[in-house]
């Protein structure tokens, strides 16, 4: 493993961007391009950290993009371990994690920092997150509750919009929310030296949760700012390997549960999401049989959850280490 960079007698920057990858070669690039093309007049510093690509990321990083410090390591540490890798040593004001599948628009950076340096109060700010089409991406989450992971959470932002707030609304200034999703979170760099970074018990999915539920508890305020967009093309690390992935989920599902729920909530969980596996199984069952691939594939996915619960939630399967 390449080490993190060092401390420098150089002024701090403005912003520590931390840019987490595995196989994704070329959307890397065109964030880290992005990065380079803000518009915007931040002393910044980029940092990306490759989680054991096996595709031609470091050739391509260090041929485009000189100027980047790169740290490649020899196993997959994960989300948690590699942000808090790429951000050990920053002394920035502000520490920016942005996804190797998102892509700043030029006035994304400073608007959000603008805004931060505003209100000294808030320590966690999220963008509006696009599709490649133009259209909104959910940008916010709630802290996972037993009526969120057990119901239906589209039903829920249509029914009970103040509560469970989502893409179905449309906000014309910044909103307070529980948290906001990873693929862009720029962070109070003192906020995140003071909580140690991302909580390295999780490895994929569930760390920016948990690490706006710490912030919060320290009295910060995660804030929604529509007027940042953000384009961001979906999961792509994790398309490439669902199953796994899918694992992971609900592996950090439970480790959240176990850090910030009582053992009678963690009880009901499990017992709550082992029947809708079987029930969701069930109906998947029947609709395969008609030939359709999307439902194959979920009665796949199902049965491979069903076995992992048999097996008593085994740390083995998931994504490589």
């Known amino acids: 493993m390449n080490p993190a960079p060092t401390p420098r007698d150089d002024p701090a920057p403005a912003v520590t961007v931390v840019i987490v990858t595995r196989n994704t070669s070329a959307l890397v690039c065109a964030a880290v391009q992005s990065v380079m093309e803000s518009a915007d007049t931040l002393a910044k510093e980029i940092v990306v950290v490759d989680n054991a690509s096996t595709d031609d990321t470091a050739d391509a990083i260090a041929k485009n993009f000189p100027e980047v410090h790169f740290i490649r390591s020899e196993k997959n540490l994960g989300f948690a371990k590699a942000n808090n890798l790429g951000a050990g040593n920053s002394r920035a004001e502000f520490i920016l994690l942005l ?29 509006q997150l696009l599709n490649p089409d133009g259209s909104r991406q959910n940008s916010i989450a709630n802290f996972p509750t037993l009526a969120t992971e057990l119901l239906n959470k589209s039903l829920l932002r249509r029914l009970f919009p103040a509560r469970f707030p989502g893409k179905e609304q449309r906000f014309t200034a910044p909103v307070p929310v529980e948290t906001v999703i990873g693929a862009f979170m720029l962070i109070r760099g003192s906020l995140w030296r003071q909580l140690g970074g991302l909580d390295e018990r999780y490895f994929f999915f569930l760390e920016e949760t948990d690490f706006c539920l710490r912030a919060k508890k320290a009295g910060f305020a995660v804030v929604h700012l529509p007027q940042v967009e953000v384009w961001h093309h979906q999961g792509q690390s994790a398309k490439q390997v669902p199953l796994p992935a899918r694992i992971e989920y609900w592996r950090s599902r439970y480790q959240y549960f176990e850090l910030h729920h009582s053992p009678a909530v963690q009880r009901a969980l499990r017992w709550g999401l082992q029947l809708k596996l079987w029930t969701n199984g069930a109906t998947a069952a029947l609709l395969k049989s008609a030939g359709s691939e999307k439902w194959r594939n979920a009665w796949q996915v199902n049965a491979a959850l069903r076995q992992w619960h048999r097996h008593h939630c085994p740390p083995e399967p998931g994504l490589p280490r």
């Open 99 to 127: 996804n190797s599948d998102a892509r700043l628009k030029p006035d994304s950076l400073q608007k959000a920092v603008d805004w931060l340096r505003s209100n000294p109060r808030s320590g966690v700010a999220g963008a």
